[in-house]
């Protein structure tokens, strides 16, 4: 057991990343990674969100949807279940960090239709997981994003001081680093 929860774990960071190997997620990729500061923050709200999330819809799978024959309603309960911790986390956000707030300014309720949120809890029960396994895959995708995001800000932030040709300014060299970031996460793919 403990060595499928490794497996699953550092899978969810580096070899499945959902963001450079799965290209989901890209909307808050994009749009938070121009300051290290607002994608760490980004990077920490969507980690307890997906952590939490994932739990919280597993629960509801196992002993709600399934029980009760109403997988049909699984798309919408797990939005509801993720908007109301998204809500959680915005109000504790502006308390604690009004600066990272305004930093994260429309993508950080944006992540309630953040496709990578959803798509974890739903590939949790795809994959059969557990609630320990769902919580540990939650956390990893999270965790994977956060890093994910993290590098692409550090090199955007080099990027604003380079020598860049005028068609490749601004976003389009962005998405050129992605696909190389993504590229680089290929080498994973043999890890495991």
């Not at 990729?29 to 290290?36: N, R």
């Not at 597993?58 to 919408?76: C, N």
Request: aromatic content about 10%.
């Amino acid at each position: 057991m403990g060595t499928r929860l490794v497996i699953i774990f550092i899978s969810g960071i580096l070899i499945n990343n959902i963001v450079l190997s799965r290209s989901i997620g890209i909307c808050p990729f994009l749009g938070v990674s121009k300051q290290v500061e607002t994608a760490i923050g980004m990077g920490l709200a969507v980690t307890f969100v997906m952590t939490v999330s994932s739990a919280a819809t597993w629960v509801v799978q196992t002993y709600v949807l399934e029980k009760f024959d109403l997988m049909y309603l699984q798309t919408i309960t797990f939005i509801l279940i993720i908007a109301a911790l998204v809500q959680f986390v915005e109000m504790v956000i502006l308390k604690s960090s009004p600066t990272l707030y305004q930093g994260l300014g429309v993508y950080l309720p944006l992540i309630t239709t953040n496709c990578a949120v959803l798509g974890v809890t739903i590939i949790n029960v795809d994959n059969h997981y557990n609630l320990l396994e769902s919580m540990i895959n939650g956390c990893a995708v999270a965790l994977g994003f956060t890093l994910a995001i993290v590098i692409f800000a550090g090199i955007r932030e080099r990027l604003a001081f380079s020598d860049i040709p005028k068609p490749f300014q601004g976003f389009p060299i962005a998405l050129i680093t992605a696909g190389l970031l993504s590229i680089a996460f290929l080498g994973f793919q043999g890890l495991l």
